[in-house]
């Protein structure tokens, strides 16, 4: 079958032994919900079962390592371990290189628009200098050859009439809010795809934080309610109520859309099943048999409304029912926004070559 086997030789060029146990300490921490003690006892277990330390470095050395290089930090008064904001960093940064790092083999898009202006790349295009140019955009080189042909050589002169202007790209900011289904059905029939949201939507916080800065993100989850929640927690993001409030999760998200000045607006919704729930007044309108039609029209309500503000909603619907696609091209075609339906493992490709391409439109 020209299978070769050959001995395996664990954590063989794996890195140093202190970081293919902060890998694992990591992952357990997503999983924990950020608890540091527990992470840590998982691992002591996988140690013992597994023999992931030696005698050269042990678990009592790691421990230390993950203080000294400022992992975890110890409360003087109980003696407990605390994660510190370089953990959750790190833990994105990891989820950025695991997600996005396909995307540049597939020469994902710039982030850039249609559109000249004062923007931080030169394009090949020029034109003569208009009154109101910023000075950083003349082309010396260019202008010297018209003031040197316009007025000949022997008494230089340089005019405005001389002056040659190198276009920059336009790069747009664009505001975004990632709304994520956290309803008990993101973990139900042995399939997990609470974590692969969460991943991606690590990743997609890290990825605007460092290379689109003045960008705007906020996230928010949505169950039974629906409520913001700050980047720093994404890791430790758990699936919560049963039912799945998009309207309250739409609500929501126009609600923090209207708080921010850019132009270009949108929402990024997450889901892997139907809209189960509303709120009335103070109780709760349930329905987990098939589609009900109060709830979907309230949805496809919210959707028109977020058309009449050119807000486009994103839709990434991680089921493959045929009644939930019906609803979701339903709701897209009345929001005039996109929707992909996808596997999990998929995920994270798709929704950022999206906010990729996006990122080239300028909406009016």
């Given at each position: 079958?020209?299978?070769?086997?050959?001995?395996?030789?664990?954590?063989?060029?794996?890195?140093?032994?202190?970081?293919?146990l902060l890998n694992l300490f990591l992952?357990?921490?997503?999983?924990?919900?950020?608890?540091?003690?527990?992470?840590l006892d998982w691992l002591n277990e996988l140690d013992r079962e597994h023999g992931i330390t030696n005698e050269q470095y042990g678990m009592g050395d790691f421990i230390e390592d993950?203080?000294?290089?400022?992992?975890?930090?110890?409360?003087?008064?109980?003696?407990?371990?605390?994660?510190?904001?370089?953990?959750?960093?790190?833990?994105?940064?990891?989820?950025?290189?695991?997600?996005?790092?396909?995307l540049r083999k597939a020469g994902a898009g710039q982030h850039k628009t249609f559109h000249s202006g004062t923007g931080d790349e030169l394009t090949s295009d020029s034109r003569a200098y208009q009154f109101?140019?910023?000075?950083?955009?003349?082309?010396?080189?260019?202008?010297?050859?018209?003031?040197?042909v316009n007025h000949g050589i022997d008494e230089f002169n340089l005019t405005e009439d001389?002056?040659?202007?190198?276009?920059?790209?336009?790069?747009?900011?664009?505001?975004?809010?990632?709304?994520?289904?956290?309803s008990h059905s993101m973990i139900l029939y042995g399939e997990d795809?609470?974590?692969?949201?969460?991943?991606?939507?690590?990743?997609?916080?890290?990825?605007?934080?460092?290379?689109?800065?003045?960008d705007t993100l906020d996230v928010l989850v949505f169950g039974d309610d629906a409520y913001p929640i700050e980047v720093k927690d994404l890791p430790f993001l758990q699936v919560g109520p049963f039912h799945t409030n998009t309207v309250a999760g739409l609500e929501l998200a126009m609600e923090m859309l209207r708080k921010r000045k850019a132009i270009n607006k949108q929402i990024f919704m997450i889901t892997d099943g139907k809209p189960s729930c509303l709120k009335q007044g103070d109780r709760y309108y349930k329905n987990s048999f098939g589609?009900?039609?109060?709830?979907?029209?309230?949805c496809y309500n919210l959707a028109a409304q977020c058309k009449r503000l050119k807000i486009p909603i994103t839709t990434f619907m991680i089921a493959?029912?045929?009644?939930?696609?019906?609803?979701?091209?339903?709701?897209?075609?009345?929001?005039?926004?996109?929707?992909?339906?996808?596997?999990?493992?998929d995920l994270g490709e798709i929704m950022f070559v999206d906010y990729e391409k996006n990122r080239k439109k300028n909406i009016r």
């Open positions: 079958m020209n299978i070769r086997f050959t001995k395996f030789l664990k954590n063989e060029n794996g890195g140093t032994p202190f970081e293919r992952q357990m921490l997503t999983y924990t919900k950020g608890d540091a003690a527990e992470a993950l203080k000294k290089k400022g992992y975890l930090k110890e409360n003087p008064v109980n003696g407990n371990f605390d994660i510190t904001g370089k953990s959750t960093q790190v833990i994105r940064k990891k989820a950025l290189e695991e997600i996005f790092g396909k109101g140019d910023s000075i950083d955009t003349i082309n010396l080189t260019s202008s010297i050859h018209n003031a040197q001389d002056l040659v202007i190198t276009e920059r790209e336009h790069k747009t900011q664009t505001s975004t809010v990632l709304m994520i289904d956290i795809r609470i974590t692969p949201a969460k991943k991606v939507a690590m990743a997609f916080s890290e990825l605007i934080m460092t290379r689109y800065p003045k589609l009900d039609r109060i709830i979907v029209n309230k493959s029912d045929n009644y939930l696609q019906e609803f979701v091209r339903e709701f897209t075609e009345i929001n005039n926004g996109r929707a992909f339906y996808c596997a999990p493992d």
